[in-house]
């Protein structure tokens, strides 16, 4: 701000020389920095005390200008502020409701593995189940088993093999 102030102030102050420059050539002076007698009248006096007053006044209402443009400036800094609270908001609500659904996604997907697992457990245990007890049933290994059976009410020890083995 203070390098835009020098700027206009620098301005101006080329705009009066250029000014004192052409009333200079208006009077048919050779250069208005020449070492002759300057006349130097009221009217220039006068121009003079108008001139500073007009400077001064645009001095005034730039400087006011300035003001205002600075808190305008501050005033759009806080709106960006606020705006970008609320932005940060929306994404950590968003962020979270992210992991909401991934955590959902996760119980979903294993829940649907646990079942999957249980399920084949299940349908293998009683497939072997049936298995064997179709061929116990149907089968000669029924046979052979009872045959022991009556081999086993004669002899011993071949009793005590089925009771180890559950057979008896």
């Keep these: 701000m203070k390098a835009i102030k020098f700027l206009f102030t620098l301005i101006l102050f080329i705009f009066v020389m250029l000014i004192n420059t052409a009333n200079a050539v208006e009077r048919k002076d050779a250069s208005p920095y020449s070492t002759q007698e300057n006349n130097f009248t009221q009217a220039d006096r006068e121009r003079l005390i108008r001139l500073e007053v007009t400077m001064k006044e645009f001095k005034e209402a730039v400087d006011k200008r300035f003001e205002v443009v600075?808190?305008?400036?501050?005033?759009?800094?806080?709106?960006?502020?606020?705006?970008?609270?609320?932005?940060?908001?929306?994404?950590q609500d968003m962020m979270t409701f992210l992991w909401i659904l991934t955590a959902i996604f996760v119980t979903l997907t294993l829940g649907n593995i646990g079942f999957a697992y249980w399920d084949r457990r299940t349908i293998i245990r009683r497939a072997t189940d049936d298995a064997v007890a179709r061929i116990e049933k149907e089968g000669k290994v029924k046979d052979l088993i009872n045959a022991f059976r009556e081999l086993a009410a004669k002899d011993k020890n071949i009793a005590d093999i089925l009771r180890k083995f559950n057979l008896l």
Excluded: A, G, S, Y
């Design 70 to 91: 600075d808190k305008r400036i501050v005033e759009l800094r806080e709106d960006m502020n606020k705006r970008f609270e609320q932005i940060d908001k929306r994404f």
